[in-house]
């Protein structure tokens, strides 16, 4: 990925007639944000040493090591609107001091021993899609701070078909490990919108879920066994069977994470045969109720499709599933609300899951489109991150949040975020489209997922700020989880009080002085270290069916120690 946007200059996407006229008309934008180029970007100068280099150095290997601008500006930053508004502006940006690229556990293991004695703070790194700020380079109370980028962990090993099992290294991206995968006939599934980019020891720090999660599940549920290495130690969290009652799942400490506990390295999964048939239907609901009504109906009938997922009035008013079509209305003349169904497996298991859902939608109110508006959100379904970058340079602001809650609380919810969001968007005058879809469904509730865009203004940074923290503190006191699948980061850390309870945060301090006792290990991130108080506590810990993941950790170094 280019350190600037989201993907690489190539993905560029140009605006639609349709899509300037909707930000110059419906929501005054005017004033183009243009981007610097990385020989214009100032970043903070190296607090390490030449003997520190040397000493890495000599544990990884010389060409596995860097100070270049070019390997330590992609790892400053994720991919969060905040963070990519940084690099457009004249300040200097913190980085990390040095890209350190570890190739077995060992390694690994000497790294963190090293920033142990040295007292030099660790960010992992996988593929740098963290859109909280899951990889700010913080360093807190010491006195430098390195990525540990894991590129070179990048084998499928240990394939088991007839039990559906492998074991991944966390470097892997999605789309590398699903061809490795596909030699041996089989795949994960697994799709969140980072996954172009997105790392499977991502994917697992994070507790991700992807857009095929009401057929496979989230991917901390696929997890088997991890391989984590902690300032103290090599461990595998896991079991080495189906199913056990052994205690506690040690795995689930690491699980969501953030890297705060240990850097995971391998991880072993549950795959499954490449589906042999797809099928796709839409459907138009007249209400956003209505379509919410079906959709938990379904869901709880246990029709199961592989995708299932609604938008609201607005976001299908403005054809947001169709990234190059948005803004125009598509063959299918709709209104209302559109829900998107498809059905991965066997044909006649496909055909049966269907038919059943199929009938279920349209006796709930749906109106069936056919198969073109879902095919054509699957075909374009990773473009928006990528259209991101274009509506920044003409000037917008355009960010996304998200959260979940019971059935029964969605529509309070809904409105409350909402309003919130309005309210600190629009205050001075201008306006905000403000967008929601349903794209996770379980059987006791759903994740609600924002879609803003409107004009950045003067100070688009403050602008966003104040937005997220009056939609986060609107989630908090209404029954929301802070965070379904995009993790905590920086951003949602002022909430975990009102998620887990300042008992819960306790005993995450008591495994981290355990695991990593001189807190090298991402510092500032997830939960707060200290033992004050914290601010943005809501109603007490959010009830919801779901909590945390999206894709933060990887490619980085090639043999030449040139970025990839």
């Known amino acids: 990925m280019e ?64 100070t270049q601008q070019e390997q330590r500006a992609p790892r400053a930053r994720g991919k969060s609107y905040l963070d990519l508004v940084d690099w457009r502006l004249d300040q200097v940006i913190a980085a990390p001091d040095a890209v350190v690229a570890p190739g077995s556990e060992e390694e690994v293991l000497a790294v963190l021993q090293w920033c142990s004695q040295q007292s030099v703070a660790v960010v992992p790194f996988g593929g740098g899609t963290s859109v909280v700020g899951g990889l ?13 980028d ?35 006939g089989l795949q994960i599934g697994h799709f969140p919108q980072s ?16 857009q095929n999660s009401a057929g496979y599940g989230r991917f901390d549920e696929m997890v088997r066994e991890l391989t984590v290495v902690t300032p103290k130690g090599i461990l595998h969290p896991g079991q080495a069977s189906p199913a056990t009652a052994a205690g506690p799942q040690l795995k689930q400490l690491f699980l969501g994470s953030e890297g705060l506990f240990g850097i995971i390295t391998r991880v072993r999964l549950r795959v499954h045969p490449i589906p042999e048939t797809k099928l796709y239907e839409a459907f138009s609901f007249p209400t956003f109720a209505d379509g919410v009504r079906a959709l938990r109906t379904v869901e709880q009938t246990g029709a199961g499709p592989t995708v ?14 169709s990234t190059d079509k948005i803004g125009e209305q598509d063959e299918s003349a709709h209104t209302g609300c559109l829900a998107i169904t498809l059905f991965e497996g066997t044909t006649q298991h496909a055909q049966s899951r269907h038919q059943e859902t199929r009938a279920l939608m349209q006796r709930l109110g749906g109106e069936s489109l056919g198969e073109g508006p ?31 809650t019971d059935w029964s609380n969605v529509p309070r919810l809904k409105k409350a975020v ?8 629009v205050h001075d005058g201008t306006p905000a489209l403000i967008m929601c879809h349903v794209s996770h469904v379980y059987a006791e509730g759903c994740s609600l997922y924002f879609t803003i865009v409107g004009a950045a203004g003067p100070q688009p940074q403050a602008r966003w700020r104040a937005a997220k923290q009056a939609a986060t503190q609107a989630i908090a006191d209404n029954g929301g989880t802070v965070t379904h699948h995009h993790a905590v980061g920086t951003d949602h850390l002022p909430w975990m009080d009102a998620e887990i309870g300042a008992l819960g945060i306790e005993i995450l301090r008591a495994v981290k002085r355990e695991v990593d006792p001189e807190g090298i290990l991402n510092p500032g991130k997830t939960f707060d270290l200290s033992a004050q108080s914290r601010v943005g ?22 043999e030449g120690g040139e970025g990839q």
């Open 136 to 148: 700010s380079p913080l360093a807190g109370d010491h006195r430098a701070v390195i990525s540990v």
């Open 195 to 210: 996954f172009p980019y997105a790392s499977i020891g991502g994917f697992a720090a994070t507790r991700s879920s992807g």
């Open 308 to 321: 299932l997922r609604l938008s609201d009035e607005i976001e299908s008013s403005v054809n947001l599933t």
């Open 3 to 66: 350190f600037n946007l989201w993907g690489t200059p190539d993905e560029a996407k140009d605006l639609s007639a349709s899509v300037k006229k909707m930000l110059h008309k419906m929501l005054g934008v005017t004033e183009p944000s243009p981007r610097r180029e990385l020989s214009e970007v100032r970043l903070s100068p190296v607090q390490l040493s030449d003997a520190d280099l040397a000493e890495l150095q000599g544990i990884v290997g010389a060409e596995y090591v860097s």
């Open 537 to 558: 506590a809501g109603n007490g810990p959010a009830a919801t069916p779901a909590a945390s993941g999206a894709s933060t950790l990887s490619p980085a170094i090639d």
């Open 150 to 184: 894991l590129a070179r962990f990048d084998q499928c090993e240990d394939v088991d078909a007839e039990s559906g099992l492998a074991t991944l290294g966390a470097g892997l991206s999605g789309p590398h490990a699903e061809m490795l995968l596909a030699q041996h």
């Open 374 to 404: 879902a095919r054509k959100w699957e075909e374009g379904r990773f473009g928006a991150p990528v259209l991101r970058d274009s509506l920044m340079d003409a000037g917008a602001l355009c960010e996304t949040l998200e959260t979940a």
């Open 418 to 425: 909402g309003e919130a969001l309005a309210k600190a968007l």
